[in-house]
């Protein structure tokens, strides 16, 4: 091996060293300093992400979820959108429950978990293909 090559071979192994115990004594990040995830948080609602009733119409098979309104954070601005859908979206609020009300399969579900339909103000669907309704 030439001089060039164990000069530069012997300047890797040293830096490499100093940064391997740059690394080695850095600190672990705190576990009580981790953010948490608000299971009440909705995340983003708008209402062309809501549901549309033939949406709700050919849904034929999935999980569903149920939220009542009343127990997302006041802080959730969906809180504010959700509670209000019956006044601003009076239609739209009522083609969802009649459809609803038309699919045998999804009603059944919705009533074994004692849920209202005239409750039901909104219905999500997540990435995962579970539906959330949201009663008042």
Do not use: H
Request: proline share 3%; hydrophobic share 45%.
């Amino acid at each position: 091996m030439n001089r060039t090559a164990k000069a530069s071979l012997a300047s890797f192994l040293a830096l490499s060293m100093f940064a391997g115990g740059a690394c080695a004594s850095d600190k672990a990040p705190d576990p009580t300093k981790r953010q948490t995830i608000d299971q009440n948080a909705t995340g983003s609602i708008n209402t062309e992400s809501l549901m549309r009733s033939d949406m709700v119409s050919a849904w034929q098979a999935g999980k569903i979820k149920v939220v009542a309104i009343s127990t997302l954070n006041d802080v959730d601005p969906n809180k504010t959108l959700l509670r209000n859908q019956t006044k601003t979206n009076p239609a739209q609020v009522a083609a969802l429950q009649a459809a609803i009300q038309n699919n045998s399969a999804l009603k059944s579900q919705l009533e074994a978990q004692s849920v209202q339909l005239r409750n039901i103000v909104a219905a999500v669907l997540s990435a995962d293909g579970t539906v959330t309704f949201y009663v008042k």
